[in-house]
């Protein structure tokens, strides 16, 4: 993440993150269900809303189509997950 993604093009990036989620979901043995057609990668200017429950939700919801999550500030300054999150194009916000 470090190297790659500052000077990957937004589509690498995106295929890039795609491909990680994916990978984590399958360490945990986690199906994915998709119900619906999901926006096309040629789709922009799009606002999903949901009310996410855990951590999963985001690589499930990532593997599908390459959002950009908003989080409150904290995050970022949590080990490990912090980094991740930035580097997946995370929006912080102070709340």
Do not use: Y
């Amino acid at each position: 993440a470090t190297f790659i993604m500052p000077s990957a093009s937004p589509l690498r990036r995106d295929r890039i993150i795609q491909a990680w989620c994916q990978h984590v979901l399958n360490l945990l043995n986690v199906e994915q269900r998709i119900l619906g057609n999901p926006p096309n990668w040629e789709t922009k200017r799009v606002m999903f809303v949901a009310n996410h429950i855990s951590w999963m939700d985001i690589h499930a919801m990532n593997c599908v189509r390459t959002i950009r999550f908003i989080g409150k500030s904290e995050i970022k300054s949590w080990p490990v997950f912090g980094w991740f999150a930035e580097k997946a194009n995370t929006l912080f916000i102070e709340r």
